[in-house]
C-alpha cells in the first residue's frame, strides 16, 4: 500500500526558512511525479512544485521561484521541498502527492496523497 508520509511543518516568522518532507513507501516511483501542494484555509488546494521521480526535471508555481526548491533523495525515498524567505501568504496545509499524469500542476493527476503538515508563517 502506498504512503505518503509529510513532516517539517511548523509556525514561523516571515522571512525565515523551513524544510518540509515527503517519505514515500509502498511501490517503486520510476516514473511518477511528486508534487508538493498547499491549501490555506477557504481556499482550493493550489500548486506549488514537482519533481519528476525520474530524471530530476523540476516545476514550479510562480509564487514560489526563486525561494523553493524541490528535491529528492531516491536512496530514502524522500522528497524535499525547502522554502526560503517565508511569507504570510505561505500559510497553509501542505500536501505531498504522487502520479503519473504530465500535467504536473493539476491535483486531479495525483493518484496519492499523504494527509499534510501545517506550515504557519506570521508576517
Known amino acids: 500500500q502506498v504512503q505518503l508520509v509529510e513532516s517539517g511543518g511548523g509556525l514561523v516568522q516571515a522571512g525565515d526558512s523551513l524544510r518540509l518532507s515527503c517519505a514515500a513507501s509502498g511501490r517503486t516511483f520510476g516514473g511518477y511525479v511528486m508534487g508538493w501542494f498547499r491549501q490555506a484555509p477557504g481556499k482550493e488546494r493550489e500548486f506549488v512544485a514537482a519533481i519528476f521521480w525520474t530524471g530530476g526535471n523540476t516545476f514550479y508555481a510562480d509564487s514560489v521561484k526563486g525561494r523553493f526548491t524541490i528535491s529528492r533523495d531516491n536512496a530514502k525515498n524522500t522528497v524535499y521541498l525547502q522554502m526560503n524567505s517565508l511569507k504570510a501568504e505561505d500559510t497553509g496545509l501542505y500536501y505531498c502527492?504522487?502520479?503519473?499524469?504530465?500535467?504536473?500542476?493539476?491535483?486531479?493527476?495525483?493518484?496519492?496523497w499523504g494527509l499534510g503538515t501545517q506550515v504557519t508563517v506570521s508576517s
Open positions: 502527492a504522487s502520479g503519473r499524469d504530465s500535467n504536473v500542476t493539476n491535483p486531479r493527476g495525483y493518484r496519492y
